[in-house]
C-alpha cells in the first residue's frame, strides 16, 4: 500500500510558476502527475522512473515543466513554470505499483489571463 501526499497548487497569474509535491509513503516503479480541467478527462502530465530517473512529459508541457525526485524523502516534484490558463485543473500524483497504481486527492491549480 503507498499512499501519497500533495501539495503546492494554487491559483497564479499566466505566466507564472507554481512548485507541486507529492510524497509518498512507499516506494513505486514509477511516479506521475496527471491533470483533470472540467468537462474534461484525466490526463497525462509527466513520469518519472525511481530507480532510473527517466522522465516523459506530455506535448503540451514539454519545455515549461520539469519532474524531479528525491529519494531521501521519497518525494516527487513538479516544477511548472510559463503557467496557461489552460494548464487549470486538479493535479493528481500517481505511484505505479508492482500490481496497481495508486492516486493522491488531488490538488487545484488554477491559472488567471
Known amino acids: 500500500q503507498v499512499q501519497l501526499v500533495e501539495s503546492g497548487g494554487g491559483l497564479v497569474q499566466a505566466g507564472g510558476s507554481l512548485r507541486l509535491s507529492c510524497a509518498a509513503s512507499?516506494?513505486?516503479?514509477?511516479m506521475g502527475w496527471y491533470r483533470q480541467a472540467p468537462g474534461k478527462e484525466r490526463e497525462f502530465v509527466a513520469s518519472?522512473?525511481?530507480?532510473?530517473?527517466?522522465?516523459s512529459y506530455a506535448d503540451s508541457v514539454k519545455g515549461r515543466f520539469t519532474i524531479s525526485k528525491d529519494y531521501t524523502k521519497n518525494t516527487v516534484y513538479l516544477q511548472m513554470n510559463n503557467l496557461k490558463p489552460e494548464d487549470t485543473a486538479i493535479y493528481y500524483c500517481?505511484?505505479?505499483?508492482?500490481?496497481?497504481?495508486?492516486w493522491g486527492q488531488g490538488t487545484q491549480v488554477t491559472v488567471s489571463s
Open positions: 512507499g516506494r513505486a516503479f514509477q
Open positions: 518519472i522512473r525511481w530507480s532510473s530517473g527517466r522522465t
Open positions: 500517481n505511484a505505479a505499483g508492482p500490481s496497481r497504481d495508486y
